[in-house]
């Protein structure tokens, strides 16, 4: 992400409060922009559907409807986000970018080959009893949405962070209007909106890869599925991470007690998933901390280390380089603890009234205290993720996934036979044991910097 | 090729870019002496730098030679697998106090003893491994001390990679003394890398280890390393004393001198040419109770019988018999040529010996000629049987920087040519005499300063163009060989120490 | 003409297939069999519309055209209308606005950082000079050598003849060391000196020729300047470097700087007479006088003609003149309040 670090530096480098504040919200829309923009606009869609679409079920259909499809092509576009990442990247740096056009070519038509199949084959044996045009929707959106994963990748590694916030916001303007519009048609409307939105969104993002790559002679190339282009390790924790942020979830949809059926097949659990959707919309300033901290310090002493390992630094900078490394590491959790805890504690004092203001029961209350805590740990965990990814430890990316997984699994499953109060907790839990593991391997990685750099390469 | 194997042999002979490989005075001696000896079985290793640097075998062997094994060093050695490990701190101690000795000989003198006890260690494996040198925590620790205590040059990826290829070779050795055939005694005829491998085995068998030096290594390695263009320097203006020469230098020249410190420690004989050199191994950490002096011999009578093919008076006809190498210093005598041909036309000087060492020199040198204008004069005849060659010759030249106890020079002389040299190793010793007696027999020539073409050319102008003086030096020159230098004096020198070494396991 | 015909009747026909399929979704029917007969429809309808399509596409994306035509069939088919409306929509895009290089942004360059981490250089220099310590072979070894390596940072026309005195040291390694020294620098003038005679040889037009020629005047003459050739190959050096510099000269004869570089050849060939046109050659022809007087002047002393060279001095002007100059001039030439005629009158003699 270094064209963003080169940004949020010039907007640091004005040295006021004012800039610094630029910086951070900056920083924020752009990290969590896309997350935080989906989760407002299906909330904003229900909110301004209420005492218009009936039954009120229909939203509630709607919504679950939708949570659904970002789960699935999440999931299965969780094999390819991180590898093909890395294939860009690595495409990039190489300076082979002509190849990286026909790539994510090959790749849109993998994604819509496959999640086309994939879809079509849940609409026809698991959709039974649901209407024909509900089911096409579903398939479309489906489809459109893996192919936008794909894009945001796509346009991720291009450095295009601001271009895709634009885009999500222009989707979702799109979604939001066309839902008002069509929401007279009852369920199926407000879906057809959401499809329609997200087609625009897509569009915008293919036209501007294509603003950006010129179409040369090769319309398609298959580099990223030759061995070693993607790395297994990479495809395996894309998977992993995006199944074990949602088995959780899953757990709580697919048991009997806490869930119920919504449509079709598709089951949801209303104690557990209002406050954990709410409680995404607070990472927000833990985002926009750690995109400042990691992209403009971290990057910084990064790449002051490693060019001064291969530029002939002396011993001392180069250790110091590592010890920057270090601190700046150090500081940026520290700091994503801190206002992650701030944001816990006016949850706290404010949660109440917030869900007053919102309409939703109040019983919601403690399990909205453990989800609030529980995202502030998930950013934690994309922070030290994300170091291991540029310090290139991918196996320990595939460890601490499946431990999230494991555990995840394990402690919801825990918390459901202990019994209510405990709801929550289970994730809250795994995300701090695998947090903790990160953290301790981190420690020792950090410490090893140079010793791995020189003697294990 | 095939190579002779053997389940057991004599002497081990430890021999570094040298024979059977590359002709010249060294290569020349190894054959003499295993022909000398055709009683013994020698067993052969040959340490190389890499196949491309060598043709085929200079040599036809002879029939005592049982068993040959050559080794490069520079050859991309298949290293053991990248594992992290911690490594031994007692070894890495031992390995820290070896150090200590290296560098501070004084203080320090059981650095002996601490090689002894590294030395079962050094296998992959080992507390002393290549994996654990190249891997373990403990040696990242190490080479982050030493440069932390003395690098002066800013460059730590430089050092630490100097330091690493500098001693992976070690390892290899280690390997060469582990899988080498039993033998009686060892005889290396250098210090350097063939120096710790006979160390390495000394340690490891117990058998003597005899040390012949014709130069001194570590100071040839040291100019080489004063003029290698190969050797990094990353100071900038600010870090650069002028009176420090780049600490890669230094750190290679601190190698070769902890190689031949090893080498002297474990040595049970040390031969030098003549007493400088001896005197020079001393100060260098020899003991000087086990060190001696055999000058080199040669075959007399085979010269002698050239003598009487050369023409009544001396042909003009200069000749310089060596590899063209920059330590020979072939551009001097090539100046000298220039003055010698303003003031006799005629002369021509003659470049015999191998040009496949150094390709870019040869080439320099033919450069000069041509930019001299000595086309005519100057002739680069290759490698030549001195048989046929030497009585077309009418004196000798050697303008190296660096010599020991030349055989071409004695060769000469014992074909009745005399030789103008410069002022280096043993030359000032066989032109002009050692003891009072040996100067009595008269002056074989002229002794001049080294890069000096304008001495060489008037010592060789006064020779050549005064034939009463060249007669002089002629038999001076074959007088001086038949007396001093012959190759039964040698050979009986050398029976004496093979005797002693082989009979130590009776 | 036909073929256009073909594929409008095609399209039309898969329009008519597609608004066929949709009208069963307007049915509002659950029933699976309603949802296979509106996917084969619409199948039917994305086939013949990818189809006909096809027909309009440039022709730069019709290669390779199973992977085309199988994107192109999934986005129409999983995204019914839609998708087609985005086919067209995009096409339009990449045929036409185009945002080039703005992957490659100018980036701003940091400043490089000064580290000042590293062992203090120790500076081993003491008193005495660098040519009384290599003269005493009493000092220790390895501090002469020191003081030779510090040589190197000295200009090679004031260290050359002191390396060259050290070549008879006693000590084998001063003398190798010193050597060392002197050969890298002649090395590198004789390599320069090969690269310009191939240059020469090569040389196409005068132009070429004149550079070649005089490189080679120059770097002869750099030989004998820095004290790298003694004897007669010194006179041999001068007398390459004179040959060039006519050969020069032949191409550009009013060249001041060979002009002054060949008097100051003859000057060293002891040709005083001709060094001295020579230099006023070349003042004629725009030398400043400054840069030829000193060396007129020294003709001059050389000829013992003592007068002139007072004469010649008292026109430098002092703000042209080196440091070094100065005090020769300081020695020959009365300040104006000082009159003492008895010293020029002495050397005039």
Known sequence: MAGIGFELRKLLEKESYFGLFQAYAYAGIISSGPWVLSIIGILFIGFLSLGVVYPQLAIVQFQVSVTYLIMSSLILTGFIQLGFTRFIADSLFSIKEKIVLPNFASVMLLVTGISGLVGMSAIYLFFQGTSVTYRMLMLSGFVILSAIWVATIFLSGMKQYKEIVLMFALGYTVTVLGALLLRTEGMEGLLLGFVIGHLVLLLG????????????????????????????????????????????????????????AIIGPLRASLIYDFPIFLAYLAIIPGMAVFLVRIETDFVEYYDKFYEAVREGGSLDHIMNMRDNILFTVRQGLFEIFKIQAIAVLLVFVLGEKLLTWLGISTLYLPLLYVDVVAAGLQVVLLGVLNIFFYLDKRHIVVFLCTILLVSNVALTSLSLYLGASFYGYGFA?????????GMQMLSRKLDLLEYETFMLQ | MNFPRAESADIGLLLEGTFPYVSGGVSSWVNQIIRGFPHYKFALVFIGSQPEDYGDIKYALPDNVVHLEVHYLNNKQEMPPVRPRKGDTKVFADVRHMHECFRFPATHKDGLETFRKLIPEMHEGGGAGLDTFLYSEESWAFVKEKYQQHCSDPSFVDYFWTVRSMHTPVWMLAEIARNFIPVRAFHTVSTGYAGLLGALLKERTGCPLILSEHGIYTKERKIDLFQAQWVRDNRNVFQRDPTEISYFRQLWIRFFQALGTRCYDSSDHIVALFEANRLRQVEDGAPAERTCNIPNGVNVPRFAALRALRPASPPPVLCLIGRVVPIKDIKTYIRAMRTI?????????????????????????????????????????????????????????????????????????????????????????????????????????????????????????????????????????????????????????????????????? | MIKALLVTLVLIFALVLEISALTLLWLGSTQDQVLLDFLMQHAAASVLLVGGGWYFMPKKFRHPRWPMLLLLFNVVFFMPVLGGIGIFVAGWIAGYRRRDKILHPFSKLVLPEFVLSLREPEMKFSQGEIKSRLAHASIPTARRLQSLLALQGIPARVSSPLLQGMLGDSADDIRLVAYGLLDSREKKITAQIHRELINLKGAAGKEMQLIADKQLAELYWELVYAGLAQGDLRIHSLNQAMTYADAALQIAERDTGMLFLKGRILHQLKKHEAAHQMLRLAMEYGLPEFRALPYIVEIAFDQGDYAAVQRKLARLST???????????????????????????????
């Open chain 2, 341 to 506: 041909v303003n003031r006799m036309p005629q002369a021509e000087g003659w470049i015999a010996g191998p040009e496949d060492e150094d390709p870019d020199y040869v080439a320099e040198c033919r450069d000069l000629v041509d930019g001299l204008g000595l086309n005519d004069n100057v002739k680069f005849l290759g490698f030549q049987q001195m048989t046929e060659l030497l009585p077309k010759v009418g004196l000798g030249v050697l303008s190296s920087i660096s010599e020991g106890l030349p055989l071409v020079i004695l060769e000469g002389f014992a074909a009745g040519v005399p030789a103008v040299s410069t002022d280096v190793g043993s030359c000032r010793q066989l032109i002009y005499g050692l003891d009072e007696a040996d100067r009595a027999l008269g002056a074989a020539g002229c002794i001049v300063g080294i890069a000096d073409p304008q001495a060489l050319a008037e010592a060789a102008l006064e020779l050549l163009g005064d034939e009463a003086a060249w007669r002089a030096a002629s038999e001076a020159g074959i007088k001086r060989v038949e007396t001093y230098y012959t190759q039964e004096r040698m050979f009986d020198s050398y029976r004496a120490i093979y005797e002693e070494a082989l009979s130590w396991q009776a």
């Open chain 3, 319 to 349: 703000s042209q003149i080196t440091p070094m100059m100065k005090n020769s001039i300081n020695f020959w030439v009365p300040k104006p309040e000082e009159s003492l005629p008895t010293l020029s009158k002495e050397y005039a003699i």
């Open chain 1, 429 to 437: 839990l795994s995300l701090l044991i695998t947090v903790l593991a």
């Open chain 1, 205 to 260: 993002m293919v036209a501007l890869i294509l603003r950006v790559f010129p179409l040369l002679d090769q319309t398609f190339a298959f580099d990223f599925l030759r061995p070693g282009a993607m790395y297994s390790s990479l495809i395996w924790s894309g998977f992993l991470y995006n199944f074990a942020v949602w088995a959780d979830k899953l757990i709580f949809w697919f048991y009997p007690d806490t869930s119920q």
